[in-house]
């Protein structure tokens, strides 16, 4: 990859996290269904409120300027997995 296409995936990168992080921190539906994924609940609640979830955080990256494609699989990637992606720097 070229040295100004990873700076490009990484800008992208980063706003992308920037979205989502402004959601966990602005959405109260966002915030309400994140609390709701640490009770103890059902398998099948469970299942609800993370494609609820993941369903919010598309139309936030779609809003965003995002495509279908990367907004539907980045987040279907926070909503059903533990993953912490954190803001990167180029040569990091």
Same mark, same amino acid.
């Given at each position: ?9 990484? @800008? ?26 640490? @009770? ?48 990167? @720097?180029?040569?990091?």
């Amino acid at each position: 990859m070229s040295e100004r296409d990873e700076l490009h995936f990484i @800008e992208e990168l980063n706003r992308l996290i920037g979205i989502v992080d402004e959601l966990k921190k602005t959405s109260p539906e966002v915030i309400r269904l994140m609390h709701r994924l640490q @009770e103890s609940i059902s398998a099948y609640e469970t299942d609800i409120a993370r494609r609820d979830l993941s369903e919010k955080i598309e139309a936030a990256l779609y809003q965003g300027g995002f495509g279908t494609e990367i907004a539907s699989a980045f987040a279907h990637m926070m909503a059903y997995r533990d993953v912490e992606i954190v803001l990167v @720097e180029h040569g990091d």
